[in-house]
């Protein structure tokens, strides 16, 4: 039962991007940004269920079982964070992007900066630069998120490891294949609903098992003097608002992922960027809410236990509370959020294969078919043969990614002039920062993001002071 609820969603899930096909132009564009029609509802769930990965189901919940209640300032961070950067940044993107000449991530920031100098110096090398980051960091998420999956169905269905990634990438290579960002668009927009009707469920499931045990807050209390903590143990308040700042960093990290900005391309001028941010918003808190509660409740139901990893408490727990249609959902709604997110990020990858390398745009639309499925065959391999934790793997390009663009966009965004090579510098300032703090430890309780985000900023700002 388990197994045919499982593969039943699936086909769902499958079916309603293939139906896509009815709907496509059959044109370059509109295979790489759905024509830049979509209505803010369907760019709102998708984009949301786009940046809640995998890494919400699998590392997000192992981390709320090992930290305790001081998880929730990621909740209360990122989402501020996400929301004080899109609401600077999201109707200009939309605005930019507007242009025939935009169909990627590397197009629009070339064509955003070329359009905003009065100075007649190539763009070109910079689109380049910013397409081979792209398919280097989307690439190693989307191996991630593929490697997420995989993780559920070895504990639920006892499949090997090897299954899961490659169910995904083919389901996701068929789809994506017929209708493209289009596709893409419309699955994530169901995957977002099964996503948030599984986790309801784990928190019903959970909730109901344990009211008959006992007091919710005692149990949780019981487990060790800090759990309940709201910040980390012995952070001290300095410690504890350069946690909280960090995590806010995280969630401005958003503006700089190209996967959910070309998302905010495709929404159609006639849209509200307001109302789509309703539909997020909404989503992202309750999601992300009642992910934190699923940590919690997993940590009284699962006692650990010697090396027990805790990325696998929600397959786990499901397995013990729920019917077996039920956890079949639960399953699909994980298969889901990294579907969701992988089949978005091969497809930025696509986009910058074809459209940022070139001195012309490739518009031959078999092409860039055959650029997703090199793609796609690549984060494969790398899912297949990587040993990390799906929750660093995530944070590190998300972190790289962020701290590379982040900044760059948000000043373009207040109606900064950037010329090339401040770009190119705000860039490498960006990710040489990031991976300073990443690789040697410093302030590590704070995101290394913060200090990527910052020092591309500060570059910007001191280049701008300097005299022409």
């Known amino acids: 039962m388990v197994e045919i609820a499982f593969i039943g969603f699936l086909a769902a899930f499958f079916l309603i991007g293939v139906s896509s096909y009815y709907f496509s132009q059959g044109t370059t564009a509109d295979y790489l940004v759905a024509g830049k029609s979509v209505s803010a509802p369907l760019i709102g769930l998708s984009a949301v269920a786009t940046n809640n990965s995998g890494f919400m189901f699998i590392g997000m919940i192992g981390a709320t079982y090992s930290m305790g209640l001081s998880s929730i300032w990621l909740m209360i961070g990122w989402i501020v964070g996400d929301f004080l950067v899109q609401r600077t940044a999201v109707v200009k993107i939309n605005q930019v992007g507007a242009s025939n000449k935009v169909h990627s991530f590397g197009g629009l920031l070339s064509h955003w900066i070329s359009s ?3 100075s007649s110096d190539s763009t070109h090398r910079l689109r ?6 792209t398919l280097l960091f989307l690439t190693v998420y989307a191996a991630a998120q ?10 639920v269905l006892g499949w090997d490891a090897s299954s899961g990634i490659l169910i995904a990438a083919l ?28 986790m309801m469920l784990i928190v019903f499931y959970g909730w109901q098992s344990i009211s008959e045990s006992g007091a919710f807050w005692q149990q949780l209390n019981a487990i060790s003097a800090s759990y309940l903590f709201w910040f980390p143990v012995d952070s001290g308040i300095t410690g504890a608002m350069l946690f909280v700042i960090g995590w806010m960093f995280g969630g401005m990290g958003v503006i700089g992922q190209p996967h959910i900005v070309i998302r905010f391309i495709t929404l159609s001028p006639n849209s509200s960027v307001t109302k789509m941010q309703v539909y997020y918003y909404f989503w992202f808190t309750l999601f992300y809410g009642m992910t934190i509660i ?15 990893d805790a990325e696998l408490a929600l397959p786990m727990l ?28 091969i497809l930025a990858c696509s986009a910058a294969l074809s459209r940022d390398f070139t001195a012309q745009p490739i518009n031959k639309l078999w092409l860039n078919k055959l650029a997703t499925l090199i793609i796609l065959t690549i984060a494969v391999l790398i899912a297949l043969s990587n040993n990390q934790t799906v929750f ?3 944070l590190d390009t998300w972190g790289m990614l962020g701290s590379a663009f982040g900044a760059l966009i948000i000043w373009l965004a207040i109606g900064k002039k950037v010329s090339v090579a401040a770009a190119f510098v705000a860039i490498v300032t960006g990710m040489s920062v990031f991976a300073l703090f990443t690789l040697t430890g410093w302030w590590s309780m704070v995101y290394a993001l913060t200090f990527g985000f910052s020092g591309s900023f500060l570059s910007l700002w001191i280049l701008n002071r300097l005299p022409r």
């Open 294 to 308: 699923s940590g919690l409740i997993s940590r009284i139901l699962l006692p650990e236990i010697g090396d027990f």
């Open 116 to 118: 905003n100098q009065s």
């Open 171 to 198: 389901i996701i290579f068929v789809y994506s294949l017929v209708g493209g960002l289009r596709a893409s668009i419309w699955t994530d927009v169901a995957q977002s609903l099964v996503m948030l009707l599984g």
């Open 318 to 345: 499901s397995e013990n509370l729920m019917p077996e249609v039920f956890v079949g959902l639960l399953l699909a709604a994980l298969f889901a959020a990294t579907m969701s997110t992988v089949d978005s990020l």
């Open 392 to 394: 660093a793997l995530v």
């Open 146 to 155: 593929l490697k997420a999956g995989t993780k559920a169905t070895e504990v």
């Open 128 to 133: 380049q630069f910013i397409g081979i980051l």
